[in-house]
């Protein structure tokens, strides 16, 4: 490793330090191995760090691990390294209650509990954890289209073992809704993942754990004199032109950072860094003294390592953590964009930054970053990068795009919502109307491409997620997990082992029904990440779909109405189905054990929807049963095509079934192939004759009595 690589590298593990006030664990030219010893121990290329304190901060906190694995990371190449985190067998059964988020991972990790487990409370005020999201960006190349801080993340695997998430929060950045100064207001940000945000490239593990009273909710649209930024995935923008970011507020001029807080002073011009503030006495136009968050001449401020800015902020963009290089200069890893430049367009924000007050645009949000206002007469607003609300138009001036999730920018011709978010409504020039941000996943929120695995065991229940309008419900979706994109969750309960969501589980194409869309269509929120690829479009609709897989000999008890719509492939153990449109609205696969808990009307697939079809293979099992005031037989809605095989199984032990009465077993568009253990017309199946009759859209089920001999093809 030569020497400017190991400085490049320190500029990012000084970046994690930052965020708590912690120094470097050691100097540059350190033997890259002393990165671990210093506070770990290295086996191989493995770093274990103990975790022997429920405090919130400190030596031996969990806080502490998570920065010393990121920067262990960062030596070992490409943000890859291995590092283990281990709970102390002492903090068996205890609770960490947060003071604040904790820091974001962005290097592969494995932490483990004890048997006992351990808890994460986040008081419903903090998000317990963010996972991903660095993107791939070297100092040392400097801004380039294939090395910018708006890029793809890095891509890392994380594994949590034993863990319990309680209390969690994660709230949507307010917008604003400007009264009486002629600005459209700013739109709200999106709530998402108060647990845990899964961010695109990030392969997730979870093992033993539970998620209890998490919560979201989308950023509102608040009623404020001065200001049109939008509000960020966290950030907000009250009183501000700077959007939000992820964490850091918006500011009168920069926009919010990843955690430090745009510039709010007369003048200033930088916005806010990873954990630093954008303060900075500088002229708007000519920027001719230094700034005090980390930037040198001009710069914006940055966290730990940021380099000084230059007269038009290179500087601040070429640098971890640095904030707005200066006026109208775009954000850094974790910085907000700088305030206007003299061409009128603020700066757009960087990774978790929101964009920067303009004149004629306001600068656009990076990843989680609320778009600039516009302080001009006409002026438009930015567009808010993911989960960043669009910024207001000033006096008949556009207002932004909205970010996914988040709600439009007021303005004469209002800012179109991201996917989800609430539109800004036309209420003419010079007024304050905004759209409201969404709430997505009140405990898990995935954003493929990303895997996510669950095994052994698994509860879910207490989840909430509400829109920031008037109406909670209407900007909302996925209490216990929503994913965004397209990908594949799976469950992988071992033998003896139930898993259990009470919390519904949603995505993008599952919720065109709730969200009022009717037809495929893109949303132009400024690119996947940030409005870096802007006018480009983010194809979120049809092509938006997630998959469930179930693995293991296990059960997997799914309690409530689902809305995913990539369907379900079924492998083994028990799937217990609890409500109507438990297994979503997409096709079913079944070769493993499918069970209704009587009396259930199963669909598989929904009216003007995806394609559904059912599909038995021949190891699958599907058990019904008589139940409910009539003693009806549980039934199965298929959109399509209902493919059969495998075996049959009635259970008749709740009630006592008429006999010769005939029951609807299978309704679909067509039907195929028959039940392997019940050819026709007659079988016995848990003590008790049927008929069964195949129609061309139908399958039939006649009472004939009790059997007086079990037959060879019956099974329990």
Known sequence: MNRWTTKARLL??????????????????????????????????????????????????????????????????ALSGDSVIQIAPTLGGQMLNLQSALPAVIASVQLIAPVAGFAINGGAQHRCLLLGGLPLFDPMIGPTASNHPDGQPQAIAVTLQRISF???????????????????????????????????????????????????????????VGGNGGGGLGGSAISAFGGGGIAGAGGAAGGGGFGGPGANLPGTSGGGG????????????????????????????????????????????????????????????GGGGGSVDVSGIGGRGGFGGGGG??????????????????????????????????????????????????????????????????????????????????????????????????????????????GGGADPSANAGGEGIFLAGSGVIEFEPGIGINQVLDDPIADQRGLWAQLGITTDQSYPSGGIFSAMNFPNAWQYTADARWSLRKLGAGQLSLSTDNDYSGGSTLESGNVLLGAARALGIGPVSNAATLQLATPLNLQVGAAGAVEANYSQAASGRLRVGFGGPGCELDQIQVRDLADLNGELSIDSS???????????????????????????????????????????????????????????????
């Open 274 to 333: 990873f954990g630093g503030s954008g303060i900075g006495q500088v002229d708007q136009r000519l920027a001719l003294t230094a700034a005090s968050g980390g930037g040198g001449t001009n710069g914006g401020g940055g966290g730990s390592g940021g380099d000084a800015g230059h007269l038009s902020g290179a500087g601040g963009e070429s640098a971890f953590g640095g904030g707005a290089g200066g006026i109208g200069s775009d954000g850094g890893v």
């Open 166 to 224: 309680s209390q969690c929060a994660a709230y949507g950045g307010d917008g604003t809704q400007a009264l009486g100064d002629g600005n459209g207001g700013g739109g709200g940000g999106l709530g998402a993942g108060a647990a845990i945000f899964v961010n695109q490239q990030v392969d997730l593990t979870l093992i033993d754990v539970a998620f209890s009273g998490n919560q979201v909710r989308g950023g509102q649209s608040l009623p404020v």
């Open 357 to 466: 007050r303009g004149s004629l645009t306001g600068g656009a949000g990076g990843f989680g970053g609320g778009g600039g206002g516009a302080d001009e007469f006409g002026g438009g607003g930015g567009a808010g990068g993911f989960g960043g609300g669009g910024g207001g138009g000033n006096n008949g001036g556009d207002g932004g795009l909205g970010g996914f999730g988040s709600g439009g920018g007021g303005g004469d011709q209002p800012g179109l919502p991201g996917f989800g978010g609430g539109p800004s409504t036309d209420c003419g020039a010079g007024t304050g109307c905004a759209g409201v941000g969404a709430g997505f996943g009140g405990s898990l929120f995935g954003l493929g491409p990303s895997s996510i695995r669950i095994q052994d065991s698994l509860s879910m229940a207490g989840g909430l997620a509400q």
């Open 654 to 716: 709740l009630c006592d079934p008429a006999l010769s009465s005939t029951h609807l077993l299978i309704q679909a568009a067509q039907r195929q192939g028959q039940f392997s253990n019940a050819p026709g017309p007659e079988f016995v199946s848990n003590g008790m004759r049927y008929a069964i009759s195949y129609l061309a859209s139908e399958v039939q089920i006649t009472v004939l009595g009790p059997d007086s001999e079990i037959f060879s093809n019956s099974f329990e």
């Open 12 to 77: 990012l593990v000084g970046l994690m330090m930052a965020l708590q006030g912690l120094v470097l664990p050691a100097q540059a030219g350190a033997p890259p191995d002393s990165q671990c010893t210093d506070r770990g121990t290295l086996s191989g290329s493995t770093c274990t760090f103990m975790v022997d304190s429920s405090a919130d901060s400190g030596s031996g906190s969990l806080r502490q691990a998570l920065l010393d694995a990121n920067a262990w990371g960062a030596y070992q190449g």
